[in-house]
């Protein structure tokens, strides 16, 4: 076959897979998106294979499906949307290029998943910002692209965090480096000047970076991150504020974010904690009982140069502004849930199994972005579809994460489901496929998977349009990921 | 000695050359020594011949001489065309007329003809030797600035104020007196004269004490009021007094266009100057600034006659003079 | 009948002495903050003219030659009741000598056409040279009166009175013909309020150099060889007082009669 | 100095924009917020002090002409000052300098305003502003008994100026001056039919000359009637006499009061005392010539110099007038000593206090503009919960009294004199 | 080449005739904007942009942007829209262009301050949104120019750094939602907005167009006009109004409870970068900003005239690595926790508090109005000499900065020793630590120049020309002049993966007719 031949001068024998098995592997995901096989799967291990991999698909007009995160899936935005296309998985490219302690920031290429970047930033000092307990085979380059929220709202700036600096190959491919790490210079020679490709704004008049991220692979395909850090805390205090009402915890939330109080700030209810903190679904059911309806973490992180009287004064701030409201921030529940337990937790990537799959086998989200004040009528929503269908609330997960320093939250549901469950699956497929419900109300799909892209683009057109412009300019012959959101 | 010469244009006066063309003699004389010219002057009348000798006492070379009864009055379409034969015939390096009414009209018009340029109204007149020019100094801007002027283009030709200078006087060389023929076609006058009406034979420069009434004055009527204080004062002290008065006096008609002071009118320097209802425009202030001693009675404090002023009374004058009449003659 | 009226534009010379600034390094005069106005001279010409036209009827025609010139100051000639208004400005024009401003304005009768009688003031009040209507009636060959207070229109012939000295000559001459008018002709009229409102709106005429093909090689600037200041003539003035006008009248005369 | 003086500055001007708004510092919200009534009402930069700069450094490096346009900029203004102090808040510049020189250049130029011809004519004619006869200005104090200072001596007099002594709604102003400050027992007197304009209108509106014959004019009846003290009612007056006459060199060796100034030292003398009580919740305008502008002259004759490379200073150093010293405190001491009247401010006061529009001749050559805005500024003062408007100048008290007319506006507008007779 | 009487009309009946000029003396007002020699690399002597407008309009609504912009690609008419026009680059610069001035819309829309949004319109000025945030216990971001610039023009379309950067981030990172009038007069209603009118997020639906919209530099009016935009807002921990004492021209700031206002030194530039790091990690300023000892000096004196005096008594020379720094606690104990972090770091890193300087008059507050919100700028920049530029700025890490100041210094020295400058070396400001200097921290090294100096001027553009090579050469990393208009880029472009390239496709493909001025941005493809 010609185009494994050309493939295998590209990438080498070993990395240029088309086994059915393989094929199979990649058709498919945990979304409802429909399954195509590629034509082939190839793993390149660095940036100039990926360069001549675009060069050659521009040439046969081959399009590429770029995946960096190991399986399960759950988006189908690594499925093919068309016949013919070589998926290109990135996971040996998994180097973490560098860790910069004093600026706070690594490079990471796509292959690196949390666990292995978290280990690698203990080491130094560091600790990564983190989405809600990742699964483990999930990339961190992956999850910053697609713009996942992290839990420490106050540390989330803007939606591109933690996500700094970028090379990506374009899908017309030209290689080209974004923000500060643009140039002038090698990295090396920036590395030698002191530049540690932190800023993320430009090169120039644009910010390219920010067009690469949330495209699902249809631009071109990162070859490296730079992404923001933390240093790791000396200390940590961490609290459980219980609820019955997602509403009653909603006063604190605004003035953490406003008075930028605090670190981790998230809320869940009894059904999503439990997941992340049991151990199997029998264990689930029973904490799962034995927790509040629902649960506002929050934690205060010490560092620098006093940390103990930082963690002191966020404390005591946290504390009256929680009396304030009414609440009480625990630092372990009456079930006996430590709120340094679930800090742990939150700190890692996900056990086996991971914690979305740990009630029922398997589970299905529908999420999108909302204010803090708006959410709890979009959590009514959510349950009330929910009956409509006749879907159990009892299998709804709910996460909320204020984000940008809590000028927006993303609002999750998790519809836990058994997969062999057919009757069960068709009412998810129902409700995730309805959500034009939240999107009336004002729920703003920022992340179009599946079929949601036809929902957001119908409803932008003049986006769509702009956005179709956009593709033109990097990804001219559109072998990027053809088939995604609206192009 | 060069042989083009300063040349004067003369004007008569009665039988006799005028005053203010003895003046220009003299300045011309200065003008001609220092260019290592001679002096000429031009005498145009009818039976001028009488003032011609007399001309030829006061030091010019020589004495041109161009008599027709067509020029018995004056008439400037005449004068300019023989000025302008004259002119062509002579060649003067430096040519001079009297800023007066004949003045006035010949030389832009002459000039114009000879295409040369003309500085008017000079109060001084000197010679650049270096550069073999004329230097005239002429006050402009109504009197607010003095500028000098000095022209390459030849004749070098300026009129000059009345009064500025002083006469020349008789020398016993008489000059050569020349006759030009006339030359004068009665056809080139263009204007006809009706009629010389004589007015007012007032010689306001001759008079040691003025009193000027302005537009403060309010009418001719108040005119009457500043006569009587004139008669009070010839009376007492036997000096010569005249009214006088400034532009808009002379103007808004009160006053006959003979005793206007100022910068169109006369330039006068008598011993005592009485200002009333002035408020002091530079134009008048022009004609009058040179007086021995200046009065200025005005109701208006701003006005700027009092800052050339020797005594000045902030008042109506209708008030004022009657009671200072009073008192003169008291003291009388 | 037709009279052209030529009026300059100058800084008022009637401007308190105080804001005249002589600079002679540039040999330039300003008065600080005065407006400049139409030379009181030409003013009277116009007074002259707008006297004819209430007598017999006429065209008035104000034209004004120079560099930046200002409409707002020019255009009182037609709240006063002048019929139209030239204006020919070029920076051609800055400061010409008086053969050039006449050159100029017989290029610009030219543009003009037939005109019966042009009048102009004696003189300018900033140069006080009384050249420029003389010369003109050189250039155009016209009979040429100076220094006249009386104009009239008499059976198609002007009659004019002209000044001499104690005397004033009655004289007569056929049309065309160009006088320059003596400010015993009296001050131009005040104007109408309505009138003033028109003036300002009424369209002009606004002409540069080449639109009257002036040549500009003939053209000559007034140019000194220095410019001074005038020699200062201020004297201390010392105040009469007194209670009353009577009593100052009185204490002049003490004083006067005294020394 | 003349408008080309001022290139130096014209090119430093950096368009920061400061002189279109209030003074940062003083927290200037959405509302309120613009200082400039120029800018305010066109919009174009172009008239705004900067924009003027600009337009200004355009005109004399032979960019642009005159034009009808930029006499439209340069005319709209109302020359009161606020540009020159927020400006100079931050820089060692002279807006309002400029301003003046730009006027006077226009009218050296003879580009002029019909309507201000007119002022003028009546000005050189009439010795007023306001188009009226010299021979009524003495109208006003017919029937008053109060000493002539053109026939007798007298040590304080009070100057009416043109508009109170012509405008015959606020005649009563001067009318009210004179009683209580008899009533305060001094021993005052006027001029009566022989004032004449103070000149420092004309001077603002580009005539800079006129003012060297009425300055003369002036001082020197002062000197003839032996006067140690005048008063003003009118904030332009008191402009003129303070600041103006020193600046063209001819400083007053009297004493220049302005009536709230001399009214505020007589209640502190216990000369004045207030009896009755005025229940008025009032706001005080400031009049620009009184406050900002109305500081003392400070003379500077000098160079610029440079140090530290490109430092800018002046040889020797020059003070420049910051609008700190104006008269702000004497109306408020006189309006909160007064039992029953409470002050509350307007958000724009004092240095930065928003004109009432009648400035720079506006009233006179655009009185829509001018109106709008006083309109602007009733707006203001209405936000107070104010039932009237004090202030402490005749044309701000013309400008105020029309537009309240006009837009039929409770709001009443008093001369702070009025409320100082009620008090007695 | 003045616009026909055809598109005159067209535009006039859009804004009506009192809103639309072409008046040369207008104009003038247009096309003037200091620093635009160096800016520009325009001649010494030529004070105004190469090309003026051919008119100003004043829009007073969205559909009139749109409307006139539909009337410029009819009409090949160019459009450069800006709010107050600090920036040489917010001024037209290409022939043929319109300016919309966009004065008229100045509407706040809204303050939300639950969610800590602001939707502003373009003339909203810095200074009057500050005021009514405050108002809600909230704070925008401010740039350094000060409270007189435009929110929305800085955020949207202009650069973007600010002494409160530490705590407010870089103008470009605040955007939440933006309403966009393109080239081609088509409405972009970015994100939520477009979705459901909400304005909390501007990012997607899919990828980004801010990054489409601008970079680390805005477009300059290029790419269309914003006409709404949301912005984050910040916390405030001050009182509901700012208050002040005193008189023009210095105005003292009350300073509230729980803040404090500091100027801390240091003995080189090493040590107060050191220092820097820790503040950063502690997270432990309201503000906190470099003060380059001659403008902070500027800042606290009322005249030139008494700013030499003070330098003549060498207290600023003393303090010349100095970092401004205000301290702002919620509660008393954040403030303790801050003032006790602050003393910590100034030993560690052996810094101090000059007492001689803080006894100078005004020097607290003016220390403190400059980090509210750009306030006293003015003072400190412009009324010594009247204008500065840059050589040789940069963004990234506090290190780099170093870095940077050194070369700047180095850079600035022979023209400061010529007297072409003000003088002082280390006039390197900046260190603008954005968002606790995790992406970067800005430093530029700026020169004070006369622009009525022919000289100095003439100094100002070559060194401003050298400075793009020496960011190249150097590898200091492109900053602030490096990165606006076609100028800079061709220099900058090539060595940095050819960004310019894709510029070029932007311009092109939004706006296919170039009916906005390229000038600040780049020509089309």
Redesign the interface.
């Known amino acids: 076959m010609a185009q494994k031949d050309e493939l295998t001068k590209i990438i080498g024998k070993k990395n240029v897979l088309d086994d059915q098995k393989t094929l199979d592997a990649y058709s498919r995901d945990e979304s409802f998106v429909i399954p195509v096989r590629p034509s082939c799967v190839v793993k390149p291990t660095k940036n100039t294979e990926v360069q001549a991999l675009i060069k050659w698909a521009n040439e046969t007009g081959t399009p590429l499906v770029p995946v960096s995160s190991g399986a399960p899936h759950y988006r189908g935005d690594t499925i093919p949307a068309t016949g013919g296309a070589v998926v290109v998985d990135l996971s040996k490219m998994n180097k973490i290029i560098r860790v910069d302690r004093r600026n706070r920031v690594a490079m990471i290429e796509p292959g690196v998943t949390f666990g292995e970047f978290i280990a690698a930033l203990d080491k130094e000092g560091l600790a990564a910002h983190m989405p809600l307990v990742p699964r483990s085979t999930k990339s961190v380059v992956g999850s910053y692209l697609e713009r996942e929220p992290i839990t420490m709202p106050r540390h989330h700036w803007d939606p591109q965090d933690p996500l700094l600096c970028m090379e990506v190959i374009f899908g017309d491919g030209h290689l080209f480096m974004t923000g500060s790490a643009a140039g002038p210079g090698t990295l090396a020679q920036q590395w030698e000047n002191k530049r540690a490709q932190i800023r993320p704004m430009g090169p120039a008049q644009t910010d390219f970076q920010r067009v690469v991220q949330g495209s699902q692979g249809t631009m071109g395909i990162v070859t490296w991150l730079s992404v923001k850090c933390r240093v790791k805390p000396e200390l940590k205090k961490s609290f459980l504020v219980p609820a019955k009402k997602v509403e009653d915890l909603l006063g604190l939330v605004q003035k953490m974010q406003k008075v930028l109080l605090g670190d981790d700030c998230l809320i869940l209810n009894s059904h999503n904690l439990a997941c992340i903190m049991a151990k199997d679904s029998s264990e689930v059911a029973t904490l799962k009982d034995a927790l509040p309806p629902y649960v506002l973490f929050i934690s205060a992180e010490g560092r620098g140069v006093s940390p103990e009287d930082k963690v002191a004064y966020q404390v005591n701030d946290i504390k009256i502004a929680a009396q304030a409201n009414g609440l009480i921030p625990l630092e372990a529940l009456p079930c006996g849930l430590s709120a340094d337990d679930v800090a742990a937790a939150l700190a890692k990537p996900s056990d086996e199994p991971y914690w979305k799959n740990k009630a029922k086998g398997a589970c299905r989200d529908i999420f999108f972005l909302t204010t803090i004040d708006r959410t709890p009528k979009f959590v009514k929503a959510m349950f009330d579809q929910a009956e409509s269908k006749g879907f159990s609330p009892n299998d709804i997960g709910v996460y909320l994460q204020p984000t940008v320093n809590g000028t927006s939250c993303h609002v999750e549901f998790n519809l836990n489901c058994d997969s062999n469950n057919k009757a069960e699956m068709a009412k998810v497929k129902g409700l995730v496929n309805d959500s034009l419900v939240f999107a009336n109300m004002g729920a703003f799909f920022s992340r179009p998977y599946g079929s949601w892209s036809d929902m957001v683009y119908r409803r932008d057109g003049e986006t769509a349009t702009f956005l179709k412009k956009v593709k033109t300019i990097f990804d001219p012959n559109k072998i990027m990921n053809p088939g995604k959101l609206c192009f | 000695m060069s042989n083009r010469p300063v040349l004067i244009c003369g004007e008569t006066e009665g039988d006799g050359i005028s005053s203010s063309t003895l003046e220009l003699m003299r300045a011309g004389k200065k003008i001609a020594d220092d260019l290592g010219a001679e002096l000429s002057l031009v005498i145009i009348g009818n039976n001028i011949s009488g003032i011609a000798d007399e001309a030829a006492s006061y030091g010019a070379n020589k004495v041109y001489k161009i008599e027709s009864p067509l020029v018995e009055k004056f008439m400037?379409d005449l004068w300019v065309g023989a000025l302008e034969k004259l002119c062509a015939q002579v060649n003067p390096k430096v040519l001079l007329m009297s800023h007066?009414?004949i003045g006035?009209?010949v030389?832009?018009?002459l000039?114009?003809?000879l295409k040369t340029?003309?500085?008017?109204?000079c109060t001084d007149l000197e010679a650049d030797k270096a550069e073999n020019l004329l230097?005239c100094t002429?006050?402009?801007?109504?009197?607010?600035?003095?500028?000098?002027?000095?022209y390459k283009e030849e004749p070098h030709f300026a009129t000059v104020r009345k009064k500025i200078m002083a006469p020349a006087e008789k020398v016993s060389n008489k000059s050569e007196i020349i006759n030009v023929a006339p030359d004068m076609d009665a056809s080139a006058v263009?204007?006809?004269?009706?009629?010389?009406?004589?007015?007012?034979?007032?010689s306001l420069d001759k008079a040691e004490i003025i009193i000027s009434g302005g537009r403060g004055i309010g009418g001719s009527e108040g005119f009457k009021e500043l006569e009587e204080m004139a008669e009070l004062m010839r009376k007492s002290s036997g000096s010569v007094v005249e009214i006088g008065g400034s532009?808009?006096a002379?103007?808004?008609?009160w006053l006959?266009?003979?005793r206007q002071v100022g910068?169109?009118g006369e330039k006068v320097s008598p011993d005592?100057y009485v200002a009333i209802g002035i408020s002091g425009?530079?134009?008048h202030?022009v004609g009058m600034?040179?007086s021995k001693k200046?009065?200025?009675?005005n109701k208006?404090?701003?006005?700027?006659i009092?800052?050339?002023?020797?005594?000045?009374?902030?008042?109506?004058y209708k008030?004022?003079?009657?009671?200072?009449?009073?008192?003169?003659r008291e003291?009388? | 009948m037709k009279i052209i009226v030529c009026a300059k534009q100058v800084p008022d010379p009637e401007a308190p002495y105080t804001a005249v600034q002589v600079n002679s390094d540039t040999k330039e005069i300003s008065t600080k903050g005065v407006a400049p106005v139409i030379n009181p001279y030409d003013e009277n010409a116009l007074e002259a003219a707008l006297r004819i036209k209430d007598e017999n009827g006429a065209e008035v025609v104000v034209i004004s030659v120079g560099s930046k010139i200002s409409q707002a100051v020019l255009r009182r000639s037609l709240a006063v009741g002048a019929d139209n208004l030239v204006v020919v400005d070029s920076p051609q024009f800055k400061s010409l000598d008086s053969s050039s401003i006449a050159y100029v304005l017989s290029k610009a009768l030219e543009k003009m056409g037939e005109y019966d009688l042009i009048l102009t003031g004696r003189q300018a009040g900033d140069w006080d040279l009384g050249q420029t209507g003389l010369i003109l009636g050189e250039i155009l060959g016209i009979p040429t009166v100076n220094l006249v207070r009386s104009v009239k229109i008499e059976d198609g012939k002007v009659v004019a009175e002209k000044i001499l000295p104690g005397a004033y000559e009655l004289v007569k001459s056929n049309l065309p013909a160009l006088l320059t008018v003596s400010s015993e002709v009296g001050e131009l009229r005040y104007p109408i309020a309505k009138r003033k409102i028109q003036a300002y709106k009424q369209p002009i005429d606004v002409w540069s150099a080449e639109d009257i093909g002036v040549d500009s090689d003939k053209l000559v600037q007034i140019d000194m060889s220095a410019l001074m200041p005038p020699p200062d003539m201020g004297r201390d003035c010392q105040f009469i007082e007194g209670d009353s006008p009577e009593e100052k009248g009185k204490n002049l005369a003490s004083i006067l009669k005294g020394g | 100095m003349a408008l080309i003086d001022w290139k130096a500055d014209m090119v430093r001007c950096e368009r920061c924009s400061n002189c279109k708004w209030v003074p940062w510092q003083k927290g200037p919200g959405l509302e309120f917020a613009q200082v400039c009534p120029s800018i305010s009402k066109h919009n174009f930069h172009a008239y705004s002090g900067a924009g003027r700069y600009h337009s200004s450094l355009a005109y004399v490096t032979d960019k642009i002409g005159y034009t009808e346009g930029w006499l439209d900029i340069i005319y709209h203004c109302q020359m009161c000052g606020a540009c020159d102090i927020t400006c100079k808040t931050n820089r060692d510049m002279e807006p309002q300098e400029m301003l003046l020189a730009l006027r006077a250049q226009c009218v050296e130029d003879g580009q002029l305003v019909p309507a201000l011809m007119d002022v003028m004519e009546g000005l050189k004619a009439e010795d007023n502003m306001m188009q009226s006869k010299k021979a009524d200005r003495g109208n006003w104090a017919k029937g008053l008994k109060v000493k002539d200072l053109t026939k007798e001596k007298g040590e304080v007099l009070y100057f009416a100026g043109c508009r109170i002594s012509f405008d015959k709604e606020l005649q009563k102003v001067a009318r009210t001056a004179i009683s209580v400050l008899k009533k305060a027992g001094v021993d005052v007197g006027i001029f009566g039919k022989e004032e004449a304009c103070c000149g420092g209108r004309s001077y603002e509106m580009g005539y800079q000359g006129e003012i060297e014959s009425f300055s003369e004019n002036n001082a020197a009846m002062f000197k003839a009637a032996g006067i140690k003290k005048i008063v003003v009612s009118c904030s332009d007056c008191y402009h003129s006499f303070k600041v103006l006459y020193h600046k063209i060199g001819r400083k007053l060796d009297i004493e220049v009061l302005h009536i709230t100034e001399y009214i505020a030292q007589l209640i502190k003398e216990g000369k004045l005392k207030f009896s009755k009580s005025v229940p008025l919740r009032v706001t005080y305008h400031d009049p620009c010539h009184l406050g900002r502008l109305g500081e003392d002259w400070i003379p500077w004759n000098g160079v610029e110099k440079k140090v530290m490379g490109q430092l800018v200073l002046h040889d020797p150093p020059k003070v420049f007038r910051r609008g700190k010293y104006g008269i702000y405190d004497a109306p408020r001491e006189i309006l909160r000593s007064i039992p029953g009247v409470k002050l509350t401010e307007m958000k724009r006061i004092e240095e930065y206090s928003f004109c009432c529009g009648a400035g720079g001749g506006c009233i006179d050559s655009d009185p829509d503009y001018s109106l709008w805005v006083a309109k602007e500024r009733i707006t203001e003062a209405k936000t107070t919960g104010a039932e009237a408007m004090v202030t402490a100048c005749g044309w701000c008290e013309r400008n105020f009294s029309d537009a309240v007319n006009e837009t039929g506006d409770a709001l009443k507008i008093y001369d702070i004199i009025e409320l100082v007779e009620q008090a007695i | 080449m003045a616009l026909t009487r055809e598109a005159y009309r067209a535009l006039e009946d859009i804004v009506g005739p009192e809103n639309i000029s072409e008046e040369p003396a207008n104009m003038a007002g247009y096309a003037y904007v200091f620093m635009v020699q160096p800016y520009m690399q325009s001649p010494a002597e030529e004070y105004f942009m190469p090309a003026w407008p051919e008119a100003a309009l004043l829009p007073g609504c969205t559909e009139e942007v749109q409307a006139i912009q539909r009337v410029c690609n009819k009409y090949g008419i160019k459009s450069h829209a800006f709010g107050t026009g600090w920036f040489p680059g917010s001024l037209a610069g290409s022939p043929n262009t319109i300016t919309l001035d966009m004065r008229r819309m100045n509407r706040i829309v809204e303050i939300d301050e639950k969610n800590m949004i602001a939707v502003i319109e373009p003339y909203v000025a810095v200074g009057q949104l500050h005021v009514e945030c405050i108002k809600k216990g909230l704070r925008p971001h401010v740039i350094g120019p000060g409270p007189t610039t435009s929110s929305l023009a800085s955020h949207a379309a202009c650069c973007g750094m600010g002494p409160s950067s530490i705590n407010t981030s870089h103008s470009s990172r605040n955007i939440l939602g933006v309403e966009w009038v393109l080239s081609t007069g088509e409405l972009l209603k970015m994100g939520s907005l477009g979705q459901s009118g909400e304005w909390f997020s501007a990012d997607g639906p899919g990828p980004s167009l801010r990054g489409i919209m601008r970079g680390y530099m805005g477009s300059f009016g290029a790419l269309g006009t914003f006409t709404r935009i949301a912005i984050k807002l910040y916390p405030w921990p001050g009182p509901t109004k700012h208050e002040s004492t005193g008189r023009s021209p210095c105005y003292d700031p009350i300073i509230p409870e729980r803040m404090s206002s500091y100027i801390c030194s240091w003995k080189s530039w090493d040590d107060m970068h050191e220092a820097q790091y820790m503040i950063t990690e502690a997270e432990m300023t309201y503000s906190g900003d470099r003060a380059v000892a001659a403008w902070h000096g500027a800042m606290m004196t009322e005249s030139n005239q008494e700013f030499y005096e003070l330098w003549q008594k060498g207290i600023l020379q003393k303090n010349a690595f100095a970092f401004g720094i205000i301290l702002g606690g919620h509660s008393d104990g954040e403030i303790e926790y801050q003032e006790k972090c602050l003393k910590a770091i100034l030993e560690k890193t052996g810094g101090w508090i000059d007492e001689e300087l803080e006894k100078v008059p005004h020097a607290v507050g003016s220390n403190y109005w400059w980090h509210l919100w750009g306030g006293e700028i003015i003072k400190g920049i412009f009324r010594g000499t009247g204008s500065f530029f840059c050589a040789a700025t940069g963004d990234d890490t506090i290190d780099n900065a170093c870095f940077g100041s050194y070369l700047g210094d180095t850079l600035m020295k022979p023209y400061i020793d010529k007297g072409l400058f003000l003088q002082e070396v280390h006039n390197v400001w900046g260190s603008n630590l954005y968002e606790q200097a995790t992406i970067g921290s800005h430093h530029e090294p700026l020169y004070q120049y006369d622009p009525f100096d022919l000289e100095s001027t003439k100094a100002a553009i070559k060194l401003g020309f050298d400075s793009v090579g020496a960011a190249i050469t150097e590898g200091v990393g492109l900053g602030f002049f490096e990165n606006a208009g076609e100028m800079a880029h061709t220099m900058t472009s090539p060595h940095a993966h050819d960004f310019h390239k894709y510029m070029k496709k932007i311009k092109r493909v939004f706006d296919p007719n170039t009916a906005s001025d390229p000038m600040g941005y780049c020509e089309p493809e």
């Not at chain 2, 002429?138 to 000095?150: L, T």
């Not at chain 2, 002379?250 to 008609?253: E, H, K, Y």
């Not at chain 2, 208006?300 to 700027?304: G, I, N, P, Y």
């Not at chain 2, 009092?306 to 109506?316: M, S």
């Open positions: 400037a007066t009414n006035m009209e030389a832009p018009r000039a114009f003809r340029r003309l500085t008017t109204d230097l002429k006050p402009v801007y109504g009197g607010n600035a003095v500028a000098i002027f000095k263009k204007i006809e004269s009706l009629k010389i009406v004589q007015e007012d034979a007032v532009r808009p002379v103007d808004l008609g006959p266009s003979s910068l169109t005592l425009a530079t134009q202030l600034m040179r200046i009065v200025a009675i208006d404090k701003k006005a700027s009092f800052n050339i002023a020797n005594y000045g009374i902030v008042g109506d008030e004022i003079i009657p009671a200072f009449n009073k008192k003169w003291l009388s």
